[in-house]
């Protein structure tokens, strides 16, 4: 679980405020200046149109599981259609998207093809990177490969600029050790010492992966062994933004100059951590689904180091 | 069934000279044949004793699927969806640790001894 610190003060402090915001539920739109996050909500809608009318969106969709069909959703195709249509209405279209893995349940054809059918069908950029379940067909990821794997490096691992933030797209579910978390390897820590040697302190970055790159709950899995010799590397940055996905549900935390996140599934919720027996599909009562299902939206406000995300559920 | 239900003490003895003719009718895998059950993200029973020759199924009851591989590599699954089994017949006497290649935490052991 996260925690957070109140000002000097005694107020709440606005993440902490905002961490609150998030647990009820609601959409919230978020703020990171100078590495600290606020709420564009709390700063008012004046502030937070401008921040949108004058920066850059880029949209988050993740574990779409294209072919689940279990009792937590027996429509997961149907619960990726409803976000991509919500996507294509936002009134400020994304400049493109990214999408944090689980594009499929089980790495078929068929489900690659359904998901590029439905996610690539709304005519935006997306840049992707694996699940494990985008990696489970005979080929031991070929499949995604072949599909997302061009211009990456090993097992799919690349960056590329966007209007002033450098994003850096990492690979955390291949060659998983026993006992351990999710890995990103030292061939891919090596790409990204080298990958960042070029890029100023003061550029924003964006890191997406699929699994957290923070303990969010060992126990169940949910953290990245190798996670820290990464962050080690973006520390002299004054605003890093990690979103991962692969949990299921929103989770944030903020420590020193990083800001973390996890986006919420399209295709079923899981438990929160430690509340159930597994970590696997929760299913809800009917009526529930689709307020636990969701994408997040991110804004890139020019000239700053600011970004805003807000987190949308598809009820 | 060809098989013949004979006391265990007996198995082991004539075991050897039945072996191509058990081979086909597969008597250590009947109805109670050993089975490691994989759900809530946990291999059950954790550690699974079994006499050398033994096939071991491995059964996913989750909704997610999971991935049998064995620490030193001598066996490993395809992605076992819902209700999928995975068989591997252990011949060696040994420790035999495998965990699942998707959700590595999960770990369980199958000890082979005769």
């Excluded at chain 1, 809608?45 to 959703?73: R, V, Y």
């Excluded at chain 1, 069908?121 to 997306?126: E, H, K, Q, R, Y």
């Excluded at chain 1, 699994?211 to 969010?216: D, E, S, Y």
């Excluded at chain 2, 007996?10 to 003719?21: E, N, S, V």
Aim: overall charge negative; proline content about 6%.
């Amino acid at each position: 679980m996260t925690h957070h610190h109140d000002d000097e003060n005694g107020h709440i402090s606005r993440r902490h405020a905002l961490e609150c915001m998030i647990w009820a539920g609601t959409g919230v739109l978020w703020t990171i200046s100078g590495g600290i996050p606020v709420s564009l909500n709390l700063l008012g809608a004046a502030q937070a149109a401008e921040a949108m009318a004058t920066g850059f969106t880029f949209l988050q969709i993740s574990d779409s599981h294209i072919g689940f069909d279990k009792a937590a959703n027996p429509h997961a195709i149907d619960t990726l259609k409803e976000a991509m249509g919500k996507i294509q209405a936002l009134p400020q279209k994304p400049a493109f998207m990214i999408h944090t893995g689980d594009i499929t349940h089980l790495s078929k054809p068929a489900q690659f093809d359904n998901a590029a059918e439905i996610i690539g069908g709304a005519g935006f950029d997306v840049h992707y990177v694996p699940g494990e379940h985008d990696l489970i067909d005979d080929g031991n990821g070929k499949a995604y490969l072949d599909r997302y794997g061009k211009g990456t490096r090993g097992a799919g691992w690349y960056s590329f600029d966007q209007n002033g933030v450098h994003f850096v797209a990492l690979v955390n579910v291949v060659n998983l050790k026993a006992g351990g978390l999710g890995n990103l390897g030292p061939e891919q820590l090596a790409w990204l010492a080298d990958d960042l040697k070029a890029v100023s302190a003061s550029t924003p970055i964006v890191v997406f992966a699929h699994i957290p790159l923070w303990a969010v709950y060992p126990e169940w899995g949910w953290g990245t062994d190798d996670a820290a010799q990464a962050l080690g590397l973006l520390k002299r940055f004054g605003s890093v933004t990690v979103l991962n996905g692969h949990i299921h549900q929103i989770m944030q935390k903020v420590e020193g100059n990083v800001t973390f996140h996890t986006a919420r599934s399209t295709a079923f919720p899981q438990p929160a951590p430690g509340t159930a027996a597994s970590p696997g599909p929760m299913t809800v009562p009917a009526g529930q689904l689709r307020g636990l299902l969701g994408t997040s939206s991110v804004t890139v406000k020019q000239g700053g180091q600011d970004l805003a995300i807000i987190d949308s559920t598809l009820a | 069934m060809l098989c013949i239900r004979l006391p265990a003490r007996h198995m082991a003895a004539i075991l050897a000279a039945f072996t191509l003719t058990t081979a086909n009718c597969q008597p250590l895998r009947a109805a109670d044949a050993p089975m490691v059950k994989i759900e809530n993200f946990a291999f059950t029973p954790p550690v699974l004793t079994v006499k050398p020759g033994t096939t071991v199924t491995f059964r996913n009851d989750d909704d997610i699927p999971h991935l049998v591989v064995a620490s030193d590599s001598s066996f490993r699954s395809k992605a076992l969806d819902t209700g999928d089994t995975y068989e591997f017949t252990f011949t060696k006497a040994g420790d035999f640790a495998y965990f699942c290649g998707l959700h590595p935490h999960m770990q369980g052991k199958i000890t082979v001894a005769p």
